[in-house]
Nanobody
Framework: QVQLAESGGGLVQAGGSLRLSCAAS????????MGWFRQAPGKEREFVAG????????GYADSVKGRFTLSRDNAKNTVYLQMNNLKPEDTAVYYC???????????????????WGQGTQVTVSS
């Protein structure tokens, strides 16, 4: 069983920054991927960013490229999502997820993930 502990959400003004953290416990993640998804009321859950643990390969949704950055801390089994230049349209509940990754293309597919965090609210005011 894998547990994911999220933190870092909050209220920020447009143009500001937040860093989300997701700490994983329960097993090693050398063959796993960790991803971030977000969902706003009335909208579908969408892929934000993902990371392959073994080599740190990352992928980003077009809407956040150049503004959001993933990083990892191997010793802490933690991934970070640095969010800069936040916009009101970034407002959503952000979820951390983890799964074994069989194919890189699956990084964006929410149904491929079998472990999920509780979600953390990010609100960007204008």
């Amino acid at each position: 069983q894998v547990q994911l502990a999220e933190s870092g959400g909050g209220l920020v003004q447009a143009g500001g920054s937040l860093r989300l953290s997701c700490a994983a416990s329960g097993r090693t993640f050398s063959s796993y991927a960790m991803g971030w998804f977000r969902q706003a009321p009335g909208k579908e859950r969408e892929f934000v960013a993902g990371l392959r643990w073994s080599d740190g390969r990352t992928g980003y949704a077009d809407s956040v490229k150049g503004r959001f950055t993933l990083s990892r801390d191997n010793a802490k089994n933690t991934v970070y999502l640095q969010m800069n230049n936040l916009k009101p349209e970034d407002t959503a509940v952000y979820y951390c997820a983890a799964s074994h990754l069989g194919n890189w293309a699956g990084i964006i597919l929410d149904y491929k993930y079998n472990y999920w965090g509780q979600g953390t609210q990010v609100t960007v005011s204008s």
